[in-house]
Each structure stands twice: as structure tokens, then as C-alpha cells.
């Protein structure tokens, strides 16, 4: 019988037990017929054995409370309460760091509710740009996920615009709550860490046109615009003149053909 | 969510032992930990079917990798002060505790990558499949990375300055 012949993957996994029973008697008798290989295979499971000691420790210690599961199930049920009280809070200050939006046009719909859309576009960058911990849900690495996602919950496909010409890596992305139901949220930043927040969603009139208009509310600042009854709305703290090249190549993009 | 507590509870002592081993600091590891259990509430209903373990091991990699980035970036080190490891080998018998800390120093001087797979496998008992799953890597690339470790650790001469390591292993 030709045995198969033994090879360094063989001996790791000899050494990690995770040979099958009748392989590992192979090895094992290769093993006994040559002892310099024996001699570094068994040095190999010391070393492993060394480890697992010195690092056993850890997992006979208790649990430190942060780490309770239990809470932080628990904590994650009410968080989406603790997200409506930051925007009630952002609402009542009426400032922030957005200034220039007054409660009074946080309440009223434009003629063709283009300024709600790029009031939503502010907050969502208010909240989340300067969130280092979890800007986005889901990763741009999961970009396929994502837009299936918001596609299903805007029920229109939504297209993830490629900013890299731009100079912008897309970050991940996220569905936000607006009074006007679900926003699809992009985030981008570039070598320099800054971000770039695009914010869309269904307007109430569905074949909604509009021209790209510029946008300002305190150092945030951007375009907004709406293409075949979807609202489009990128906003930065950029000059106007910077993000106004970076909108229109989301226009291209996004635009319905 | 039940199935969750049930499924989960009992693999992060495990995965606070990956995240020190990693980070070598107590503090931040355990915050990994949190943001890895977080992230694994949030996303239970996303995960796919296999292994829950390497599913959480593969959270709790791609967290350490990004602080790893971002640490970079800011062009600070990860603590390498050894408070971390007379902490974890005080708990060891006198004899053990110099071949404790001898192997933590020499797994110290290994490059990240093939730290990584040697603690995924040697001491997470991943199979070689779910190793290359969370390093996103094929699992020849796991196989390579776990003999050079291997080697690397068996030739390590102790009190040999990490400078020189990289001197005399440089060239590839």
C-alpha cells in the first residue's frame, strides 16, 4: 500500500490534535522512525502547552460587569428610546453644532420638501460624523448587505454612490428615521479623517425633479437635490465649492437612466 | 435572544483571552470585548450558519484590527509594558512563571499576523478552516503563518533585542 506521504501541515496538525484517527497513527510512526522531526514536533506541543498556561488565567477570572450579557441585551433594547432622546434634545436646543436651522423650518415642509430633507441629512451628520465608536452600522465591507437592506426598507433600489474619485472611501452606511419614514445613510471620509454624510429617501411627490440646491447650516454645509421622486442630499463641513463636484457625481451616479 | 445568552455567555472568557493576548492591556481589551458583544447582540439575526465561536472571534479580530489601524495611524504603539503579563503569570507556580513569561515575551516579537493565527489555533482550539475564516485568509496562507511562528518561536534566543530579531530575520 502507498502510504501518502507526511507533510509539514501533517505535524501541526498533530501537534493541534486535529488529525483524523487514522492519519495521526501515520504520523505517529513516521514520528517514531525519525527522531530529529519527532524531536521538533514535540517541541512544538511544549510550546503550545506553554502558551495555553500562560494564558489561562484570564478566562478563570470573573467577569467584569461591562462584559454582563444579560445588560447589554438589555441596554440594546432601550437604545433606540436613547436615539430619540438625542434628536429631541437636538430639537429643543434648536443650535447645537447645526445652528442656522430654526425650529420653525424644522416644522415646515418646503414647497417640495427639499429643506426637511437636508434638515435630516444635518442631523444625521450632528449625530453620527463625530461618532468615532460606530459612525455606521453596517461596513462598507458588507456594502452589498447594506444595500440590500435599505433597498427593502425604502422599497426602491437604492444605489450606494462611489465617492473614490473624489478622493472619499465609503465608510458603511445606516437607515435613519426621518417624519418622512426611512432615510438610507452613507457615510465617506478620506486620507485626512474628514466625512461626508449622504442622506436619501422617497419624497412624498414620486416623480419629483429638482435642480441641485445649495445648503448651510452653521459649518455644515452641502447640496440637495431630487431625481425622479427620490431626494438626494450630501453634506460636509467643506466649502460649497469643494462638495459642489463631489454632488454632482452623485447625481451621475444615482440619476435614473 | 435566549438562544443567544445560551450560545454566547459561555465563549467570552475565551474572547477576552484573544483580545489580551492581543492588546496586551487589560482596559482595552475588555472594551473590545463589549464593543464584539454589542455588535454580536445587534447583529445575531445576520449571522450565518457554523461555528458561533469563530462568527464572534471573526467580530472581535476585525475591532482589533481597525484599533490596531487607528493606532497606527495616530503613529502610537500598543502598551508593551509588561504589567499585562507579570499580571497574568503571577497567578502561575514559582517554577512556571519564568517559562511563562520567557514564551509571552517570544510571542510578543512575533509580527501580528502570525500571532494571530497562533493564538486563534494553539490556544482558541479553532480548526484551521475557522482560523482562515476570521483572518480571511485561505487556509494554506493559515498553514504557512502557523509554521513560521512555530519555528520562529523555537529560534528565538532569549534576551535577544527585538531590534536584532528583525535584523537577522529580515530578509525573507
Redesign the interface.
Known amino acids: 500500500m502507498n502510504r501518502r506521504p507526511i507533510t509539514?501541515?501533517d505535524l501541526?496538525?498533530y501537534?493541534?490534535q486535529?488529525l483524523e484517527p487514522e492519519r495521526r497513527a501515520e504520523v505517529a510512526s513516521y514520528l517514531d522512525d525519525h527522531q530529529d522531526v519527532a524531536a521538533?514536533v514535540a517541541?512544538?506541543a511544549t510550546?503550545?502547552e506553554?502558551?495555553?498556561?500562560?494564558?489561562a488565567?484570564?478566562?478563570?477570572?470573573p467577569?467584569?460587569a461591562?462584559?454582563n450579557?444579560?445588560h447589554?441585551?438589555e441596554s440594546?433594547r432601550r437604545s433606540p428610546m436613547r436615539a430619540w432622546w438625542a434628536i429631541a434634545a437636538m430639537l429643543l436646543l434648536g443650535i447645537g453644532g447645526l445652528g442656522g436651522w430654526t425650529m420653525r423650518s424644522a416644522l415646515q415642509e418646503g414647497s417640495n420638501g427639499l429643506s426637511a430633507l437636508a434638515q435630516e441629512a444635518a442631523y444625521s451628520y450632528g449625530v453620527y460624523a463625530p461618532d468615532r465608536?460606530r459612525p455606521v452600522?453596517i461596513r462598507a465591507s458588507e456594502s452589498a448587505?447594506l444595500t440590500r437592506w435599505v433597498s427593502n426598507r425604502l422599497k426602491q433600489p437604492v444605489k450606494v454612490p462611489d465617492l473614490s474619485v473624489s478622493g472619499y472611501r465609503l465608510m458603511g452606511g445606516r437607515l435613519v428615521a426621518t417624519s418622512h419614514g426611512p432615510a438610507a445613510m452613507f457615510m465617506y471620509d478620506d486620507d485626512h479623517g474628514d466625512r461626508l454624510v449622504v442622506l436619501t429617501r422617497p419624497m412624498s411627490n414620486r416623480n419629483l425633479d429638482t435642480p441641485m440646491m445649495p445648503q448651510s447650516t452653521g459649518d455644515v454645509a452641502g447640496f440637495v437635490w431630487a431625481d425622479g421622486g427620490m431626494g438626494y442630499t450630501l453634506v460636509g463641513q467643506l466649502p460649497g465649492d469643494t462638495l459642489k463636484p463631489i454632488a454632482n457625481e452623485i447625481r451621475k451616479q444615482t440619476r435614473p437612466i | 435572544m435566549k438562544d443567544m445568552l445560551v450560545q454566547v455567555e459561555p465563549l467570552i472568557p475565551a474572547l477576552r483571552r484573544y483580545a489580551r493576548a492581543l492588546l496586551r492591556d487589560r482596559a482595552a481589551a475588555d472594551d473590545l470585548v463589549q464593543d464584539c458583544l454589542e455588535r454580536a447582540v445587534s447583529h445575531w439575526h445576520q449571522r450565518r450558519d457554523g461555528s458561533v465561536r469563530a462568527w464572534l472571534f471573526s467580530i472581535l479580530h476585525n475591532l482589533a484590527v481597525t484599533q490596531f489601524r487607528k493606532a497606527t495611524a495616530r503613529g502610537r504603539h500598543m502598551p508593551i509594558d509588561d504589567a499585562g503579563e507579570r499580571e497574568l503569570v503571577s497567578a502561575a507556580a514559582q517554577e512556571q512563571r519564568l517559562i511563562y513569561q520567557d514564551v509571552l515575551k517570544k510571542l510578543e516579537r512575533l509580527p501580528e499576523e502570525q500571532r494571530a493565527v497562533l493564538l486563534l489555533v494553539a490556544v482558541e482550539d479553532l480548526s484551521y478552516a475557522d482560523a482562515a475564516g476570521v483572518l480571511k485568509i485561505p487556509v494554506g496562507t493559515v498553514m504557512s503563518r502557523l509554521s513560521r511562528a512555530r519555528e520562529r518561536l523555537l529560534q528565538e534566543v532569549e534576551g535577544v533585542a527585538p531590534g536584532n530579531v528583525v535584523a537577522l530575520r529580515g530578509v525573507k
Open positions: 509539514e501541515d501541526h496538525a501537534v493541534d486535529a521538533r517541541a512544538f510550546q503550545r506553554q502558551l495555553r498556561g500562560a494564558f488565567p484570564i478566562v478563570e477570572e467577569l467584569p461591562e462584559l450579557l444579560s447589554i441585551i440594546r465608536v452600522e448587505e
